[in-house]
């Protein structure tokens, strides 16, 4: 991360040094297409500066250049290819969506392209939704695949068009098979990405994803998809390092923001999140899997009516670890299971979970300033394995009270070693686990060093 802010440092200073003059001089046709596109001359001053492009060399193509039609009706797939083709041999090049609907089948942006490459969307980009049209990849809708430096941007809306999957989903009509469905925005082996200000909404299956990518930052997303839609993830991190998702807004039928295997320095600040099932690590471990993930930092969430407020989830089993985890600043408003950890997850159909040897360890998780309402009377679940209990779990200034005022909030605390600072409620109530440890070595100084944000 520290990387990326210095090369988007770096090239802002540069830019503003340099094309600014520039831009006072001349007036040259990138500057007014962008313009025209609804673009502010600050969001133009951003785009060349992480290009570090000057306005001579920025090449401009728009889609309806190459038939695209923007009339919420016809095909404007090969169109969206063949503008691709040509930012991608560029580089340093904008891809302009302008302000109208286009309808578009599977497409994969792939690379490997020249460096420096922006994807404007301020229209409305809205899936097929044909499934046949999806035959030679049904996981996936929009795929950015293997591309560094690369800035997508631009107020508009990424529209799955959902519904007929979640139709078609078993879990909502038990009769069909259980089949995954196309991810709606995937970002693939991308190095150096940013994603700014944009919707997404609706989408077949998870809403963004991104995996196996590095030095990312996300900011400004408004992520939707209805409460009961199944399976739709807002931001999913798989393998991923090096990752900021920020100031974004997430409401779906599925973990407003899942980090799974292979994710390390992920931070997700001020986060507003409901209805859907909270912000969750994991699941880890599935199928007896090694999984890993460390480095993750959850600053300043407003959660609201949500199923798990913060949960780490791994499978009996399994092995690897979840370790170096701060939640902090957290709100919580009527969530059923505001801080969890599940490390004996399984099936719901193998309920009761079956005990296995091995389990993900879970080590070294800070909760911190976490207030709010608990919809249940276990605002606190600690459920962890007892061939590997969860070790260095600390809890500060915990404040979380029952949504029904008759009740007191609780917690229910198996196989983990917990200490306490400052005021928690609740708290586990074993001897073992209530032991005051006011001068605990905080084991959390590291995470600091690893951001550097
Ligand atoms: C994204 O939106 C924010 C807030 O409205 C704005 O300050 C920023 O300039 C926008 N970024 C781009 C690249 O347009
Ligand atoms: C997010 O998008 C949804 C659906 O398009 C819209 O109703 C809502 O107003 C948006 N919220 C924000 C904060 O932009
Ligand atoms: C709190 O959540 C519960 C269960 O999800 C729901 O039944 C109840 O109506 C909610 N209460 C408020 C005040 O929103
Ligand atoms: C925790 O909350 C207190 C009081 O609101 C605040 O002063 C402190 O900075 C917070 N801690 C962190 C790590 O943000």
Redesign the pocket.
């Known amino acids: 991360m520290a990387l990326l802010k210095h090369f988007l440092f770096t090239t802002i200073i540069i830019a503003l040094v340099t094309c600014y003059g520039t831009l006072q001089e001349e007036d040259p046709p990138a500057t007014s297409i962008y313009v025209d596109d609804g673009g502010t001359f600050m969001s133009l001053i951003n785009i060349l500066s992480y290009l570090g492009a000057t306005s001579h060399s920025l090449k401009v193509v728009n889609v309806n250049d190459f038939g695209a039609k923007g009339n919420g009706c016809a095909d404007d797939t090969e169109a969206f290819n063949k503008a691709w083709e040509v930012v991608c041999s560029s580089g340093e090049a904008i891809l302009v969506v302008p302000e109208e609907n286009y309808v578009l089948r599977p497409i994969r942006f792939s690379g490997p392209c020249k460096p420096n490459i922006a994807v404007q969307i301020s229209g409305t980009l809205k899936a097929s939704d044909d499934p046949s049209e999806y035959s030679e990849d049904s996981r996936h809708w929009l795929v950015f695949d293997s591309i560094q430096k690369l800035f997508v941007h631009g107020g508009g ?1 990424i ?1 799955g068009n959902g519904n007929i999957w979640w139709q078609n989903s078993c879990k909502r009509n038990k009769k069909r098979p259980c089949k995954d469905a196309p991810t709606a925005l995937t970002f693939y082996n991308c190095e150096d990405l940013v994603v700014e200000n944009l ?1 997404i ?1 609706d989408g077949q299956q998870i809403q963004v994803s991104f995996q196996d990518s590095l030095n990312v930052k996300v900011s400004g997303l ?3 998809a209805p409460e009961d839609s199944p399976n739709t993830d807002g931001i999913h991190v798989t393998n991923t390092q090096n990752i900021q998702i920020s100031s974004s ?1 997430i ?1 779906t039928g599925d973990d407003c923001i899942s980090i799974v295997h292979g994710s390390r320095n992920v931070e997700a600040i001020d986060i ?1 999140c409901g209805p859907g099932h909270g912000i969750s690590i994991g699941s880890l471990g599935a199928g007896k899997s090694k999984e890993f993930v460390s480095g993750v930092i959850v600053n300043r969430a407003k959660i609201s009516g949500t199923k798990n407020g913060v949960r780490i989830k791994t499978w009996q089993g399994g092995s690897g670890s979840a370790r170096n985890i701060q939640f902090q600043n957290i709100e919580m408003d009527n969530v059923t299971n505001p801080i969890i950890i599940n490390q004996n997850y399984c099936d719901k159909k193998k309920k009761p979970c079956k005990k296995g040897k091995s389990a993900v360890q879970i080590k070294n998780v800070l909760y911190q300033n976490i207030t709010g309402t608990s919809a249940t009377d276990i605002a606190v679940k600690f459920d962890c394995s007892e061939n590997f209990p969860c070790q260095e779990i600390v809890m500060q200034n915990i404040d979380l009270q029952c949504e029904r005022v008759d009740d007191d909030a609780k917690a229910l605390c198996e196989n983990v070693e917990v200490s306490y600072l400052g005021h928690v409620n609740p708290r586990c109530n074993s001897e073992r686990e209530t032991m005051e440890s006011g001068d605990l070595p905080l084991p959390h100084e590291k995470i600091h060093d690893m951001y550097d944000l």
């Open positions: 809306t529209n919707t909404e408004n992520v939707t807004v409401g507003t």
